[in-house]
């Protein structure tokens, strides 16, 4: 209440001001516009009158000089007129005029008898005059010749101008009273109302987001920092929720904040450092605006609270058209936008080296080479020198960033890095350096092809960790490197030593971060979604359904999948018009030719197959060919009966581990690929050897028709295995490892630990 009595008054002072302030400009106006045409009007009677007294003062008849005024100024419909000669009482005036002016002398205007005339506005006997004063010459005569003009009625006027102006104040002050009365309840003190009572609920536990953000009136500003406020609450309270349940169940799960505090206390002041060729956050034009994109990347998920724990540094290229409109003259930004909490680096690639050391040496080259699929691996000397030169790049900008810490840490990602750390030991022996192989290692046959074969594993040796999904990996790249490389494999540790230098070589299986209701199945805690509003949106209602979720990419096995789909329907022909399978395929690498050829063989294959079967508007194979966000994945998997991973060759593959995360329902069958890291870990899966149909189709017969109470066990357990190993847990681990290499003094005076923390 007091606000809108403040605003009131600002408001209703402020348009009296106003209308003041016009009413005096617009009566100014017309005053000035009547004074220059009754001086114009004046001068040309003054002339004339001169004229007609001239004879009268020649003879000297001075004292029809008042008559012959009187008659003027009847004629001229003036009020009055006098003749002064320089001394202060006219020598001649109209009688209203004489006896004003014995009064009031000084209402003549000062005008010199040489010069222009002058007029003004003045007021004699309780009349409104405009009095004109002009030279008069007559020859030794010098005088001032005055005219008054009656302008009454411009002061009536102008005092009801000023009257109407003055009452017209009092509605618009009460409108603009009860205008501001409504806007500042609604806009202003109605969203106060309620943002406040939504952040009491909140305090109390009762509320975790705003129920209609977008009506907040003239506080949107103030509301969009308010839901930050409101999720980062909600977000500590259930994390606080969820240490005391641990605690209370004596339970290990990983979580964000875990891992945060976690990696806080083992880097102990320690800065990380991360290369990466995908960065975790993209600038890119749209119109005139710049939109920031987060990567869909199980990467950035597993690593981002590192990152934000120890105030680190990403380092990665540049990919986004507008990334170079955001950074500074270092290529450096804060992230992330709404809160930065650590620093981006961006390392800047021409088209060609993008092209040689990405698209050529990496995926023509090393991802079939490591895949063993089947597809022949493309090595071109071009290519290499490019994919060296980027490394060289990127190795240096890490010694950039790191030149002012001691002992930092460095986590190289992937096979577009392998010759880096090698290039980053040799002139920061001091950092901690491990790499990440997110792909397959080959056996030593298949990894001898490759010219530089040597290179790379003296590029890789140079970490001091590294990692792989598998212990069948770890142990082909040690048999690799005893191979074609002079130095000891200490078989019993993992180890190479080479040099006065050794590398542990580690199998750390990543997964996937949880959802926050993944938890044991509760249909009550489960999401708000409709299996089968989604189920007749996707025009599925009724059927049985798989779905597939991949890149579009010759290691996953897709055209095996189809054919084992076109095995399983042939030999039961009573699924018919009962079964369908959702393929989302995101397309990928499109301007490598193989992954070209692929895109057509896939679409043929199921073309094919959906013309052999197809009954009316029933088709058993719906592919989806382009990109889906997390959201609609996520429908595709609760909707199944069954997932189809058939991967002819994988380091891990995150979608049988997402579908799991996904079920939160308990239900639904994993039909897994025996080649992929995940069948490891998930033996609840049904494994098939994708290259063998009738044991796909088989696999798929058994998953439809799996009794429930099996199924429900089964998915119970892989969702535990995944729920305890997730990818917080795999960073955790990482991390824990690298931070406990030390220099050989240093190491020996280190007390052992088992667990840090």
Known sequence: MRLSLRLILLLATGVTLLTLAVTWADVRTERLALSEHLQQQAQTAADRLQQAVEPLL??????????????????????????????????????????????????????????????AFVTLNDMALFAYSAPFHLERTRGVLTLFYDVSDFATRSAHVWHSALLQVVPQVLLIALITVGVVHASVLGPIRKTAHWMKDLRFGRATALSDPADVGLLDSISTEAAGLAQSLASARATAEEEARLREANDSLWTPERLRVGVHNRLDGSRLFLVSNREPYEHVHRGRAIEVQVPASGLVTALEPILRACDGTWIAHGSGDADRDVVDERSRLRVPPDQPRYSLRRVWLTREEEEGYYSGFANEGLWPLCHIAYTRPMFRTSDWEHYR???????????????????????????????????????????????????????????????????????????????????????????????????????ERHAVFRGDHSTLVRPHPISVALPEFMNEP??????????????????????????????????????????????FLERNPAYMERFVFVQAGAPSRIHIARYQELLIEVEVEAERINRRFQTGTWRPIQLFRRHHNHEEIARLYRIADFCLVTSLHDG????????????????????????????CEMHDALLVNPYDIDQVASAIKTALEMPGQERRERMRRMRRGVR??????????????????????????????AEWW
């Not at 049988?656 to 079920?663: D, F, G, N, S």
Request: hydrophobic content about 45%; some cysteine.
């Open 652 to 679: 891990m593959n995150l979608v049988a581990k997402e579908y799991v995360a996904c079920r939160d329902d308990g239900d639904g069958v994993l039909v897994l690929s025996q080649f992929t890291g995940a069948a």
């Open 724 to 753: 305890e190993h997730n990818v917080y847990k795999w960073a955790a681990d990482l991390i824990s490892e690298l931070a406990d290499v030390r220099a050989p003094a240093a190491r020996a005076q280190a007390p052992l630990e």
């Open 389 to 491: 030169r980027v490394n060289e790049h990127f190795a240096t900008a890490v010694i950039e960033e790191m030149k002012d810490d001691a002992a930092p840490l460095l986590l190289i990602q992937d096979y577009h890095f392998a010759l880096l750390p090698a290039l980053v030991k040799r002139q920061r022996p001091d950092a901690r350096i491990g790499i990440f192989w997110h792909i397959p290692w080959p056996n030593p046959e298949a990894f001898g092809i490759c010219p530089w074969r040597k290179e790379l594993l003296d590029g890789m040796l140079g970490a001091d960790i590294v990692g792989f999904h598998i212990q069948a990996h770890c142990r082909n790249f040690l048999e690799t490197v005893d191979r074609f490389l002079e130095c000891r494999v200490e078989w």
């Open 58 to 119: 020649r003879r000297g008849a001075a004292s029809q000089l008042a008559e012959a005024l009187e008659r003027f100024g009847s004629r001229e419909h003036l009020a009055g007129a006098a003749l002064r000669d320089g001394k202060p009482a006219p020598f001649a005036a109209t009688p209203m005029v004489a006896q004003a002016l014995t009064e009031r002398p000084d209402a003549i205007p000062p005008c010199g008898e040489s010069g222009p005339g002058c007029g």
């Open 522 to 567: 509760d249909a009550a805690a489960a999401p708000d979604w409709d299996r089968a509003a989604i189920r007749r949106e996707l025009g599925v209602e009724g059927l049985s359904v798989g779905v597939g979720v991949d890149r579009i990419d010759y290691t996953k096995g897709i055209i095996e999948r189809f054919r084992g789909i076109e095995q």
